[in-house]
């Protein structure tokens, strides 16, 4: 049985199932059969999502405190309840919908140094943190950035209010540029890291959302 988020649930939006970036947004709205949301706007960039009618997008939500649901959604175009919402289908009735690893879903924002040391050959960047979840971070660097998707890099950063130290190996993702700031974005997922090391990281992002919402 379907399990519908309510309204202020975060949504997660990817165009498809490989596409490693993503729009973050909230639930405005739901009914029986549709899912309104805020227009997903990309973390990185800061540019909206362009609305087309009847394109499938790929919709994450938390259901509960322990569940995370994902399933193909349609575009139906835009709503006003009273403001701009996109209008989606709704769970309910989806063939695709799964439980997906709760652990993964959650991105956060941080503010940290963090130290990149690329495995081949030792290549060394000093980088400021954007944010992080279970699976990966985001880093940025006014400097030029000299690495290439897939690459495998060992990042050191202290985790804010905890001190908690995280020692990883992760996967370069992708290298932007953001138009805006002009400044390299380096996102990384974790490739090799301690289990213990990760539950860190996501008991810090369940503190920083609990501290973001009072």
């Given at each position: 049985?379907?399990v519908r988020?309510?309204?202020?649930?975060p949504v997660r939006?990817k165009?498809?199932a490989?596409?490693?970036?993503?729009?973050k947004t909230?639930?405005?709205d739901?009914?029986d059969r549709?899912l309104?949301?805020?227009v997903p706007v990309?973390p990185?960039?800061?540019?909206e999502?362009e609305v087309?009618v009847d394109h499938?997008?790929?919709?994450e939500y938390?259901?509960?405190?322990s569940e995370?649901?994902r399933y193909?959604a349609q575009?139906l175009?835009?709503a006003?309840?009273?403001?701009?919402?996109?209008?989606?289908s709704?769970?309910?009735?989806?063939r695709?919908?799964?439980?997906i690893?709760?652990r993964?879903?959650f991105?956060?924002?941080?503010?940290?140094?963090?130290q990149?040391?690329?495995?081949d050959?030792g290549?060394t960047y000093?980088?400021?943190?954007?944010?992080?979840?279970?699976g990966?971070l985001?880093?940025?660097?006014?400097?030029?950035?000299?690495?290439r998707p897939d690459?495998?890099?060992k990042?050191?950063?202290t985790?804010?209010y905890?001190?908690?130290?995280?020692n990883a190996?992760c996967r370069?993702v992708?290298?932007?540029?953001?138009d805006a700031s002009q400044?390299?974005?380096?996102?990384?997922?974790?490739?090799?890291?301690?289990?213990?090391?990760?539950q860190?990281?996501v008991?810090y992002?369940?503190?920083?959302?609990?501290?973001?919402?009072?």
């Amino acid at each position: 049985m379907a399990v519908r988020p309510s309204v202020g649930t975060p949504v997660r939006i990817k165009l498809s199932a490989q596409d490693s970036s993503f729009y973050k947004t909230r639930v405005a709205d739901v009914d029986d059969r549709f899912l309104y949301i805020d227009v997903p706007v990309n973390p990185l960039t800061g540019r909206e999502l362009e609305v087309r009618v009847d394109h499938d997008l790929l919709v994450e939500y938390a259901a509960s405190g322990s569940e995370v649901y994902r399933y193909t959604a349609q575009m139906l175009g835009i709503a006003y309840i009273p403001t701009p919402a996109v209008r989606l289908s709704g769970p309910e009735g989806t063939r695709d919908l799964e439980r997906i690893q709760r652990r993964e879903f959650f991105r956060i924002s941080i503010d940290t140094s963090v130290q990149l040391v690329r495995q081949d050959d030792g290549l060394t960047y000093h980088a400021q943190s954007l944010d992080i979840s279970g699976g990966g971070l985001a880093v940025k660097s006014r400097e030029a950035v000299d690495y290439r998707p897939d690459d495998i890099v060992k990042a050191t950063l202290t985790l804010p209010y905890t001190g908690d130290t995280l020692n990883a190996t992760c996967r370069i993702v992708r290298v932007e540029v953001d138009d805006a700031s002009q400044e390299r974005v380096v996102s990384m997922a974790f490739e090799d890291i301690k289990e213990r090391e990760r539950q860190q990281v996501v008991r810090y992002t369940f503190m920083r959302q609990r501290s973001l919402k009072r």
